[in-house]
C-alpha cells in the first residue's frame, strides 16, 4: 500500500514539473511612466500699459451764457455829461457799483443808424433819422438771429400806441425804434404785432412770469434825456429797474442789463470806425456775471454790444460785429 501512495505522489510531481518546465515565465507588466515632455520656455510676460486719460477740460467761454440780456437806452449825452453828474445819482450808483465801460463809443450820428448798428450791425447808408422817408431795410437782425437759436425777444417802447404801430406821436418816434425799419418784422404782422409792443407790456409780462430772452427798452423823448432834464431820465430809469430786478434775480440765471446811449455830442471814434463817429457815451453792465466796482478801459463801439450778445448766445456775427477791429467784451467777466 505504501509503495502505491509513492508510486501517486511520485507521478503528481512529475506531472507538475513537467507543466511548470513547459509554462513560459511571466514577468510582471512594469508600471508605465508619464512621457517625458520637452521643456517649454516660460512665456514671456506682457506688460500691459494702460494709457493715461488725460481729462478734457472745458473751454472757458468768452463771454457767460446769459439767460436773459436787457438793453436800456437813453439820447445824446457825452460821457462827461452824465459820469459824475448828480442829475443822474442812480445811473452813477449803478456805473460805480457794477462795470463801466469808460471808452465806449458811438457809431455816428444822428440817432437812428445808431439803433440800427446796434440789432443789425450796420447803418445801412442811412445818415438821417427817416423822419420824412420809409428807409426801409431788408436784412436780417439780431432778433432773426434769436429766433432761430430758439430764444424769444421784445422791445418794449415807451409811449408807443399799439404793437406794431408804424408812425410817431408827440413822445413816441420810431427812429428811436430800430425793430420797425427791418422788413422781415415788420411785415410779418403777426410777428410785429408780438415783439415790437408798447411798453406797458412789460408789467403784464413781469406778472405772467414771461419775459422775453432779449428786452430792448426805448424810453419815450423826455424820459430818453432828449429832449428832458437827465434828473427825469434818472427817475425812469430806477422805476424800470424796480421792476425787473426782482424778477430776473428770482429766476437765480445768468442775466445781462445794458445801460447805454445811442450817441454823444462829440465825434470821438474807435475800432475801425470813421475817424468822426458818434461820441464817447458812458455804459454800464448790470450783471451776477460782473466784476462790482469796476472800469473797463477797453475801447468798444456799438459793435462791440452787438459782437458781446451773438458770443453769448452762438449767434453769427452780423455786419460790423464781424471785423478783427470790433473788440468783444471780454474783461468785465468773473
Not at 117 to 131: A, K, M, P, V, Y
Not at 158 to 163: E, L, Q, R, T
Amino acid at each position: 500500500m505504501k509503495h502505491i501512495l509513492r508510486l501517486l505522489w511520485m507521478t503528481t510531481l512529475a506531472s507538475f514539473l513537467t507543466l511548470a518546465c513547459q509554462s513560459p515565465l511571466i514577468e510582471p507588466t512594469p508600471t508605465p511612466f508619464p512621457p517625458t515632455s520637452t521643456p517649454q520656455p516660460l512665456p514671456t510676460p506682457t506688460l500691459k500699459l494702460t494709457p493715461t486719460l488725460v481729462p478734457t477740460s472745458t473751454p472757458i467761454a468768452l463771454v457767460p451764457d446769459f439767460s436773459h440780456i436787457v438793453i436800456i437806452i437813453f439820447e445824446n449825452k457825452e460821457y462827461s455829461t452824465v459820469i459824475g453828474n448828480g442829475s443822474m445819482a442812480y445811473f452813477n450808483l449803478l456805473a460805480s457799483s457794477y462795470t463801466l465801460l469808460n471808452q465806449h463809443y458811438a457809431t455816428t450820428h444822428p440817432s437812428l443808424p445808431n439803433y440800427l448798428s446796434l440789432i443789425g450791425g450796420d447803418t445801412f447808408g442811412i445818415t438821417d433819422n427817416c423822419d420824412f422817408t420809409d428807409c426801409y431795410i431788408n436784412s436780417p437782425s439780431l432778433p432773426d438771429l434769436i429766433e432761430a437759436s430758439g430764444r424769444t425777444w421784445k422791445t418794449y417802447q415807451d409811449d408807443m400806441p399799439s404793437p406794431c404801430f408804424t408812425g410817431n406821436t408827440l413822445r413816441y418816434v420810431r427812429k428811436h425804434n430800430p425793430f420797425i425799419f427791418f422788413d422781415p418784422i415788420r411785415t410779418d404782422t403777426e410777428r410785429c404785432e408780438r415783439s415790437i409792443v408798447p411798453l406797458t407790456q412789460l408789467d403784464v409780462d413781469i406778472a405772467a412770469n414771461d419775459l422775453p430772452n432779449f428786452i430792448f427798452i426805448t424810453p419815450d423823448i423826455c424820459y430818453s434825456a432828449h429832449d428832458c432834464t437827465l434828473d427825469l431820465a434818472d427817475g425812469w430809469l430806477k422805476e424800470q429797474m424796480d421792476k425787473l430786478y426782482p424778477e430776473l434775480e428770482a429766476a437765480a440765471e445768468p442775466y445781462l442789463v445794458i445801460l447805454t446811449w445811442d450817441e454823444g455830442q462829440g465825434s470821438h471814434s474807435c475800432c475801425g470806425m470813421p475817424e468822426l463817429a458818434g461820441g464817447r457815451i458812458a455804459t454800464v453792465l448790470i450783471s451776477p456775471q460782473v466784476r462790482e466796482n469796476f472800469q473797463d478801459n477797453t475801447p468798444y463801439s456799438h459793435y462791440s454790444i452787438l459782437k458781446t450778445i451773438s458770443e453769448a448766445w452762438g449767434l453769427p456775427y452780423l455786419g460790423h460785429a464781424a471785423d478783427a477791429e470790433t473788440p468783444l467784451i471780454t474783461a468785465p467777466w468773473k
